[in-house]
């Protein structure tokens, strides 16, 4: 079975910054568009940010000039760089690899934001 595994998650004051990542395998790196998305209990899933297999970022409104996506293809790595968070930052975090329609998930990383 395929696996994404996030880290980097866990509790930050308001204001602070937070780095998660993302390893997976090489063929699913090298192929896939990679995303991160977060989930609220009793919400839907919303998608943050993203790239392309080629590394071309986009970003949701809601998170745009905070956060930052980035890939590392030496270390078939993802990262989600968070900066200034916020209480509703509060979340689980989880890395998904796209293509073609095919959805893969990683079992998800908890971040708290609270003073």
């Known amino acids: 079975q395929v696996q994404l595994v996030e880290s980097g998650g866990g509790l930050v004051q308001p204001g602070g910054s937070l780095r998660l990542s993302c390893a997976a395998p090489?063929?699913?790196?090298?192929?896939?568009?990679m995303n991160w998305y977060r989930q609220v209990t009793g919400k839907q899933r919303e998608w943050l940010a993203g790239?392309?297999?080629?590394?071309?970022?986009n970003y949701a409104d809601s998170v745009k000039g905070r956060f930052t996506v980035s890939r590392d293809n030496a270390k078939n790595t993802f990262f989600l760089q968070m900066n200034s968070l916020k209480p509703e930052d509060t979340a689980v975090y989880y890395c998904?690899?796209?293509?073609?329609?095919?959805?893969?998930w990683g079992q998800g990383t908890r971040v708290t934001v609270s003073s």
């Open positions: 998904n690899a796209r293509l073609l329609g095919n959805d893969l």
């Open positions: 090489e063929s699913i790196f090298s192929s896939y568009g």
């Open positions: 790239t392309t297999n080629r590394g071309r970022p």
